[in-house]
């Protein structure tokens, strides 16, 4: 995964290895040079081997990140607890990308189980209320799960959040 500074500590996920080592959340302390393995079953990513970048609510000083199994994984930085979110999988593991905090919910995008014909959906995580929504499915184009990688972007635009996604077409239902 990628990494994530908050403060002088810059958080980082591993995936797990094929001698059998589990993955890992660690974090490196600027301040005094030193890494340290916070949890060694923080799970992240996807079925094949994807593995997302954590991102940080400083409101409720955690880390997110979307689970391998599915389900938002969630290390409280005051408490050193990890924990799923309640109701936050659809019930099937996949491949998942960055998510992305949005207001107050967790947004990413699940690759699709057939990528010639979707490319994934745009799920979204309420932290207040604890549901998770589908909110709309990815299309690619030609069979070539162009938009499975499912980037999210927070931008502000006319003074206000704004989430953009990539997508080759859009589904006549939604």
Do not use: C, M
Request: aromatic letters at 10%; zero cysteines.
């Amino acid at each position: 995964g990628g990494t994530l500074l908050v403060g002088d500590k810059i958080y980082f996920t591993t995936a797990s290895t094929a001698g059998g080592a589990f993955s890992t959340l660690q974090v490196i302390d600027t301040s005094t040079d030193t890494v340290t393995t916070l949890s060694d079953t923080f799970t992240t990513g996807g079925s094949n081997g994807g593995w997302n970048t954590p991102l940080y609510d400083a409101s409720r000083e955690a880390i997110y990140s979307v689970a391998l199994s599915g389900g938002i994984l969630k290390w409280d930085i005051n408490t050193s607890i990890e924990s799923i979110l309640p109701n936050s999988s659809d019930g099937s593991a996949g491949n998942f990308s960055d998510p992305v905090l949005f207001g107050d919910a967790i947004y990413y995008v699940k690759q699709g189980a057939n990528v010639s014909t979707n490319g994934g959906s745009i799920w979204r995580y309420d932290l207040d209320s604890e549901e998770l929504i589908k909110l709309f499915d990815l299309h690619d184009y030609g069979a070539a799960a162009a938009s499975q990688s499912g980037s999210l972007s927070v931008v502000w635009e006319n003074g206000q959040e704004v989430l953009y996604f990539l997508t080759s077409r859009s589904d006549g239902d939604n």
